[in-house]
């Protein structure tokens, strides 16, 4: 199922029936700042699962999570002053920050280090699917290895078919990776070079 939103005014009643979905368990494709990615609610193992399978990824290689803002993170994550200041000048923006875990992150979403990622993404349609769900939704991209990363909604539709619950329409996206900063220890290290510059 296509659903079309506004990328810069997402039609609040479209975002609340993407939520209904994902609060039932549904697997979905969503457009954020970088590419289109593959979410689901972080709260549902069931789901998460799923993505593994569609993606044909090995479960020692966690996915990263998206947040509303510095705060969310904060309560998935522990977060020093320094990495707080860091994120707070790049962020929404197209970064993913590697961060100890907290409590509150699932184990399935943590490397063997207890580390995980987590984006705060500057697009309108994921940020008000994530604050309306009140927790963090999966994030990877809606690509498969061996394929080219697709920057719109029907190139997801023609990889994945009717396995997602819904594909969300925002428009076409760069179809480049976020840049994955490691902030551990206070000690950045980019661990891959995207579309953010550090």
């Excluded at 990495?83 to 923006?93: C, D, I, S």
């Amino acid at each position: 199922m296509i659903i079309s939103i506004n990328p810069e005014n997402p039609q609040g009643r479209l975002i609340k029936r993407v939520v209904e979905i994902l609060e039932n368990g549904g697997v979905i494709a969503y457009p954020t700042d970088t590419q289109y990615g593959l979410g689901c609610d972080l709260s549902q193992k069931k789901a998460i699962e799923k993505i593994y399978r569609l993606k044909k990824r090995d479960h020692k290689v966690p996915f990263s999570v998206i947040c509303a803002d510095l705060k969310h993170i904060a309560e998935y994550a522990r977060v020093s002053d320094y990495a707080y200041r860091t994120m707070k000048r790049l962020l929404p923006g197209p970064f993913t920050f590697v961060l100890p875990g907290s409590r509150q992150m699932p184990q399935i979403m943590l490397t063997k280090r207890r580390e995980c990622g987590l984006r705060v993404p500057g697009h309108p349609i994921a940020l008000s699917l994530v604050q309306a769900l009140g927790r963090p939704l999966i994030n990877t991209s809606a690509r498969l290895a061996d394929q080219p990363t697709p920057t719109a909604a029907q190139e997801v539709v023609d990889l994945f078919g009717g396995q997602l619950d819904a594909v969300i329409d925002g428009g076409p996206v760069p179809g480049q990776p976020s840049t994955l900063v490691s902030l551990i220890d206070d000690d950045p290290i980019i661990l891959r070079q995207g579309l953010g510059v550090f």
